[in-house]
C-alpha cells in the first residue's frame, strides 16, 4: 500500500518554515499532498489563486507532491484521496496543544488516520504566516522569510 500523506494548510502566504517541513517529510512518504483548505469563516489576506500559484511555482515539478485545494473536513479529504496520513509542523508548546486536540479528534473519526508532526528547524521557530502578513501590509521586506521565488 502507498504511503499517502496530506499537508494541509492555509499557506498565507506560503513560508520557508512550510517549504521545510515538506522537503524534510518527502523521503517519509510514496506521495505527499500540499493541500489549501478553503474555509468559508477564515477570510484569507492572499487569494486562493495565488496561494496555488507559489506552492505550484515551488513543488508543481516534484513529482512526489501534489498542490492541490479541497474544502469540508480535512479527515474527508484524506479518505477521498485514500491518504492515511497527516502532516504538520511543531513550533512550540502552544502548536503542540492545539495540534493534540485536532489530531486525536481527527484518530476519533477516522482511526485509520496517523496524525505526523516534524519539529520546525530552529531557525524557523519564530516564522508564521500571520508575522509575514504583518510585514506586509507595514510595507517590509520579507524575502528571507518566503521561499525563492514567492514575490509580492
Ligand atoms: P493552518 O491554518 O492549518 O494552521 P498554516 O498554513 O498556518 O495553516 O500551517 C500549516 C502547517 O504548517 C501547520 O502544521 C503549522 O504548524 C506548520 N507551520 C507553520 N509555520 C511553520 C514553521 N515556521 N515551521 C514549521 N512548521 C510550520
Not at 10 to 37: M, N, Q, W
Not at 143 to 150: A, E
Amino acid at each position: 500500500m502507498q504511503r499517502i500523506a496530506v499537508f494541509p494548510g492555509s499557506f498565507d502566504p506560503i513560508t520557508r518554515g512550510h517549504e521545510s517541513v515538506i522537503k524534510r517529510a518527502l523521503p517519509l512518504f510514496d506521495r505527499l499532498i500540499v493541500a489549501v483548505g478553503e474555509n468559508g469563516e477564515k477570510k484569507s489576506f492572499f487569494s486562493l489563486e495565488t496561494r496555488l500559484k507559489w506552492l505550484n511555482l515551488i513543488f508543481g515539478n516534484d513529482p512526489g507532491i501534489r498542490v492541490t485545494t479541497y474544502s469540508g473536513l480535512t479527515i474527508d479529504f484524506c479518505r477521498a484521496e485514500n491518504a492515511t496520513f497527516i502532516l504538520r509542523g511543531l513550533r512550540t508548546s502552544a502548536d503542540f496543544e492545539f495540534e493534540r486536540g485536532i489530531g486525536q479528534m481527527n484518530k476519533m473519526m477516522y482511526p485509520d488516520i496517523e496524525t505526523v508532526f516534524l519539529l520546525c528547524e530552529p531557525e524557523y521557530a519564530a516564522l508564521s504566516s500571520s508575522i509575514v502578513r504583518d510585514i506586509i501590509r507595514n510595507g517590509g521586506d520579507v524575502r528571507q522569510f518566503v521561499p525563492v521565488g514567492v514575490t509580492f
